[in-house]
């Protein structure tokens, strides 16, 4: 009877150990990687060179999600700014989550 409470044992505590899982992680830690991301998920739907005329990109972090934004430019090529007049266009957007890098919501506005 003995080695039968020693064998549950040892199978109990082995089960035990590989029910934990592995530890949560961000797997989006930062800015950079939330941008890197979303150039990579923009280029097959709108476009490498639609993509990468709306850099620089801007990622804020809110609640556990990345929301990452492109630069509107104007026709003669400058970005939208305080100094220059409401240009006519949209811009990506990308929501990730930073837990498990999970694309929330992607779209481009018009």
């Not at 934004?69 to 939208?80: H, I, M, N």
């Not at 240009?87 to 837990?99: D, L, P, R, T």
Request: hydrophobic content about 40%; aromatic content about 4%; glycine content about 10%.
């Amino acid at each position: 009877m003995k080695p039968f409470v020693i064998l549950s044992c040892v199978l109990t505590m082995a089960a035990l150990a590989t029910c934990q899982g592995a530890p949560e992680r961000d797997y989006v830690p930062n800015s950079e990687t939330a941008i890197a991301i979303t150039e990579a998920v923009l280029i097959p739907v709108f476009g490498k060179k639609q993509t990468e005329s709306e850099r620089p990109y801007s990622a804020t972090l809110k609640g556990g999600v990345w929301t990452v934004t492109g630069t509107l430019r104007c026709a003669d090529g400058k970005p939208q700014g305080a100094a220059l007049p409401t240009c006519v266009g949209g811009v990506a957007e990308v929501q990730i989550s930073k837990k498990d890098a999970r694309i929330i919501l992607m779209g481009h506005g018009k």
